[in-house]
């Protein structure tokens, strides 16, 4: 509230704000930000203050200059930045989901700062297909007739439901178990509703009968829609039709059948660690779905993508769809897909082998994450706090296999002269930005998500947060 009847007591609070450009001047060295950046985020925090003060806030200029500085490297901070993970959660999405391996990087350096065949037909000289080389490959590695990518799952799901629904025929059959929400707050229900498609719900949330299915199909059906349920599970009195039958339903009435899988495991989780078998898009292909759609940075471990395959007559329709160009994948994508892609048809037997990091690091001993937590700790400060190795759980995260954890093998911190959040925000501040996470007491550096190269980055962190 302005106090008009006291002008002077507003001046000389106002009087308090210090100058943007002196401000600048001294805070500038202290973040590598472009200088218009500092200004603007400075001349926005003064602003801020002014407010206040016009509304009767006491603050001192001395206050006003410390929140400032606080909030200048807090911001330079949320620039987008490595980060080391040691969450135990191999796939996490607040930390970018999937690394890509050195393969996948290295294409990508040499494609990004060049020029490319992108769509040049080299043996012509005349302009060439987009994508044509990996969307065989990618038919080929999924055991179908065709596939194609885009820029995300979520995409690949609209644009789907986009091309295969018309006027008077929008009907999506969805069972009320699977009306997931996919992360993000987006809901299974409100992509239907952007795709131009009307749900129709089926079943009860624990069961879905076949009959359910085939009541729902009506003239204006235009296809059935499965959606796995990847971020969680259900359990107890639960039922649903298999897919050969459900298959054999939608084709009956000459309808086609989509999944929606999420997170496109290629390899058989259950054989590379003590986890649950991730259902495959090969597998769903061969019980009978006409397409399949799963993101390509969850378990695949290749770039964020969204990835259709199946039936060549919908590929080629889904491909004409005029909102395929608004989300069609860059080259960047392009070519690292491309690689990942490549080494799983290469390394088909032994994908563990491959430079897939998710896979890599799923596929880790647990003696090898001790040996490497025992050199780690070597020689770090013990007067304040208590550092043990102990047994872990990692999850495989990213919306993929709720039920799975595995074991692994944390570095256990327990402070006993500064709080566990506050280690814990000096660790993640570090020039390593090492995140791990907390309990009442202690805090723990799982090293199952760690890459062994930066390991040593994770003693210089431990060592100054711990002296
Ligand atoms: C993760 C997930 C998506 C979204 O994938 P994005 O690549 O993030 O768009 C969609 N459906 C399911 C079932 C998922 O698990």
Redesign the pocket.
Same mark, same amino acid.
């Given at each position: 509230m302005i106090t008009l009847h006291d002008p002077f007591n507003i001046m000389s609070k106002l009087a308090a704000l210090p100058s943007v450009e002196k401000l600048a001047s001294s805070l500038a060295s202290e973040v590598s930000l472009p200088r218009p950046l500092v200004n603007l985020f400075l001349r926005r925090e003064i602003d801020r203050f002014r407010q206040l003060l016009l509304a009767d806030e006491n603050h001192t200029r001395e206050e006003i200059e410390k929140a400032t500085r606080q909030g200048l490297l807090e911001f330079a901070n949320s620039r987008l930045q490595p980060v080391i993970n040691a969450t135990g959660i191999l796939i996490h999405?607040n930390l970018g989901?999937s690394p890509l391996g050195p393969r996948a990087a290295t294409a990508l350096e040499k494609i990004a700062t060049g020029y490319s065949n992108l769509e040049f037909d080299l043996p012509s000289g005349a302009r060439g297909k987009r994508a044509g080389y990996l969307e065989t490959a990618l038919a080929c590695l999924l055991e179908t007739e065709a596939a194609t990518a885009v $820029? $995300?799952?979520?995409?690949? %799901?609209v644009l789907t439901l986009r091309t295969l629904v018309e006027e008077g025929k929008n009907e999506v059959i969805v069972s009320r178990s699977e009306l997931?929400e996919?992360?993000?707050g987006?809901r299974?229900p409100e992509i239907l509703e952007t795709s131009g498609a009307k749900l129709v719900e089926v079943g009860a949330t624990n069961k879905t009968h076949l009959h359910d299915y085939e009541k729902a199909i009506t003239p204006q059906t235009a296809l059935i829609l499965k959606?796995?349920?990847? $971020?969680f599970y259900i359990d107890g009195f639960i039922g649903e039709p298999e897919i050969p039958e459900i298959a054999k339903l939608a084709h009956d009435h000459k309808l086609p059948l989509v999944e929606? %899988? @999420?997170?496109g495991a290629m390899i058989n989780t259950d054989e590379l660690a003590p986890i649950e078998h991730e259902p495959t898009p090969q597998e769903c292909l061969r019980r009978g779905i006409d397409l399949v759609?799963?993101?390509?940075?969850?378990l695949l471990g290749g770039p964020?993508? @969204?990835i259709i395959g199946g039936r060549t007559d919908m590929i080629a329709k889904i491909k004409k769809e005029p909102f395929f160009r608004a989300v069609r994948c860059d080259k960047l994508i392009l070519t690292t897909l491309q690689e990942s892609i490549d080494q799983y048809l290469e390394t088909k037997a032994d994908p563990a082998r491959s430079d897939v990091t998710v896979l890599t690091f799923l596929a880790k001993s647990v003696d090898e994450l001790k040996t490497r937590a025992e050199t780690i700790i070597k020689g770090l400060p013990t007067e304040s706090t208590e550092i043990t190795i102990e047994n872990s759980l990692a999850r495989p995260g990213?919306?993929?296999m709720p039920r799975s954890e595995f074991p692994s093998v944390a570095i256990k911190l327990i402070p006993k002269t500064q709080s566990v959040t506050k280690l814990a925000k000096k660790l993640r501040l570090s020039e390593s930005a090492l995140v791990g996470y907390t309990t009442d007491d202690a805090l723990f550096i799982d090293l199952r998500t760690v890459f062994p190269e930066t390991d040593n980055r994770v003693k210089d962190a431990l060592e100054s947060a711990l002296s």
């Open positions: 999405t989901r $820029n $995300n799952c979520a995409a690949a %799901l997931v996919i992360g993000g987006f299974i959606v796995h349920r990847s $971020n929606d %899988l @999420g997170s759609i799963f993101s390509g940075d969850k964020q993508s @969204g990213g919306g993929t």
